[in-house]
């Protein structure tokens, strides 16, 4: 149909190019001539509109990994153009990969400059916690959105995308955002420091820092693909793209709740930058591959420059034995490499496995497990109330969640979560500890309730679950420690004693446009 339409399109212009020559040929009039040329632009008019009408609102290629959309942007891995070379993927596949990319996810129509689409998404919250967590400084940070025991107004981000597809085997992405971190992590007062704040003399404490909440505009995602005529078409991308594990992502638009679970906190990287493959072998077999800088996770703000003088490597295969009357999609996966500063020989390593079965348009479930291990971690001392004596060793951890999303109404979802991880050797959460949480996030799809108001046409992650102009969600998430990593502290005084159970409370907007 729509080589049928742009044949039509193409005769009418020419048409038009000859129409007055063959008009004085015959002797027509130039009052027929104008009223042919009005007949002809009409029936240009009808043919655009019926080839737009016959455009998928997906564009059905086979992606790499993701870059999210701006999320809704966020999102991520490098999307491959289209190519009459590649087959359908599932859908579950496919729309992963539009809602991945920051400028896909916001739904049609999307402005355009000189052929290039432009999208964007924000995030605004109130937060509300009884306790922050005790994350030594030499593992990064937890988030802390509020003082614990206040209520605290944000606005956390805003993202903007940019695309271009140049032809069916050539595109060029690119999102930026503007972040606004809020993360609290705990320093050592050992036991010989003159100033205790508060400490008891001969023994070591850990206190909060005083980090002030920053603001940054970040070199999000970007990608440029070019899918190589081999096989089935072999997309190839330099790219910073979200990786390919489990159900969440780090921007908030892609996720059914308002926070993410320990094994993404913790477990696993959660995008890198350098060259990625994707290949789609049948419509229930595809396949990804990278070669990479380092591993990169928001939890220890990792830039994207390479910090030893080795490269990062993993892969995914995602199997999809169901893709009619509901989805079923699940991968196995890994990660590999050197990530300790100027030092190549001692490698950090993940394996992981994620599931996501969406058995009926309004029930969704999804999980992901990750082991992990990393050769000759040192770690300082750690003082009261989480003490641990300074060490070299290799470490362990382990972890999972599991999720559910179904929608009680049109307009209204509820999603659930357990998440659990065992954090063995202290290394990825400075404590050595197993941490529990149970989330509970009712959704509010407030841009359902509008009349006539076209979906985005973009889904959550291997998923039927749409993603829409406007989520509100309202999360309670209880979370338990096997120590008392959990305190309310002021910040640069001694923490004598913690807690096994801190609460919080978020109510977090989502906007795509």
């Known amino acids: ?99 991945e990319n920051i400028l896909q996810v916001v739904g049609l129509p999307k402005p355009e400059l000189g052929g290039a689409r432009f999208t964007g998404f924000f995030v605004g919250s ?81 206190r909060f820092g005083a980090e002030d909440a920053t603001t940054e505009a970040t070199l999000d995602k970007f990608n440029l693909t070019v899918v190589a005529p081999i096989g089935n078409g072999l997309a190839i991308s330099l790219a910073r793209f979200d990786l390919p594990f489990g159900f969440e992502r780090h921007d908030e638009v892609l996720n059914l709740t308002a926070t993410t679970s320990e094994v993404f906190q913790f477990g696993r990287p959660q995008r890198s930058t350098g060259f990625n493959f994707a290949y789609q072998f049948a419509p229930w077999l595809d396949a990804q591959a990278w ?57 950090r390593w993940i ?19 990750v082991y992990g291990g990393e050769d000759n971690v040192s770690t300082r001392e750690v003082g009261r109330p989480v003490a641990r004596l300074q060490s070299l060793e290799d470490r362990r951890w382990y972890g999972f969640y599991v999720l559910g999303y179904y929608e009680l109404q049109k307009w209204l979802g509820l999603t659930a979560r357990y998440g659990y991880f065992n954090d063995l050797d202290a290394s990825r959460t400075g404590v050595d500890q197993e941490l529990h949480s149970f989330t509970l996030a009712p959704i509010f799809h407030l841009s359902r309730i509008i009349p006539d108001l076209k979906p985005t046409g973009v889904f959550f992650t291997r998923s039927q679950v749409p993603i829409d102009w406007v989520n509100v969600k309202l999360e309670y998430r209880l979370n338990l420690s096997t120590r008392n990593a959990f305190s309310d502290s002021k910040a640069g005084t001694a923490i004598l004693s913690g807690s096994d159970t801190s609460h919080q409370v978020q109510l977090q907007v989502n906007v795509n446009f």
């Open 1 to 99: 149909m729509r080589a049928v339409v742009t044949i039509a399109v193409l005769a009418c212009s020419l048409a038009i190019t000859l129409m007055p020559s063959v008009a004085r040929a015959q002797g027509i009039t130039t009052e027929e001539a104008q009223a042919l040329r009005e007949e002809i632009r009409r029936l240009n008019e009808r043919l655009n509109r019926m080839e737009q009408a016959g455009q998928p609102s997906v564009i059905p290629a086979a992606q790499p990994a993701q870059p999210s959309p701006a999320a809704p942007v966020t999102p991520a891995t490098p999307v491959a153009p289209a190519t009459a070379q590649v087959p359908a993927p599932v859908p579950g596949e496919k729309e992963i990969n539009l809602r």
């Open 126 to 206: 109130a937060n509300f916690n009884t306790h922050a967590q005790i994350v030594p400084d030499f593992a990064g940070g937890g988030q802390a959105l509020s003082e614990p025991g206040s209520l605290n107004f944000r606005f956390d981000k805003f993202g903007l995308g940019v695309s271009k597809t140049f032809a069916d085997w050539l595109s060029a992405s690119v999102a930026v955002e503007i972040e606004s971190h809020r993360d609290k992590h705990s320093h050592l007062i050992d036991s010989v420091t003159a100033d205790r704040r508060g400490c008891p003399p001969g023994i070591s404490c850990e």
């Open 291 to 347: 070669v990479v800088n380092r591993w990169e996770n928001e939890t220890t703000h990792d830039p994207f420059d390479d910090n030893n003088k080795d490269k990062s490597y993993g892969f995914r295969l995602g199997f999809t034995p169901i893709s009619s009357d509901g989805i079923l999609n699940f991968g196995v996966g890994g990660f590999w490499g050197p990530e300790q500063d100027d030092v190549t020989r001692n490698n």
């Open 351 to 369: 394996i992981d496995v994620d599931a996501v079965w969406q058995p009926t348009r309004r029930l969704l479930l999804a999980a992901e497990f």
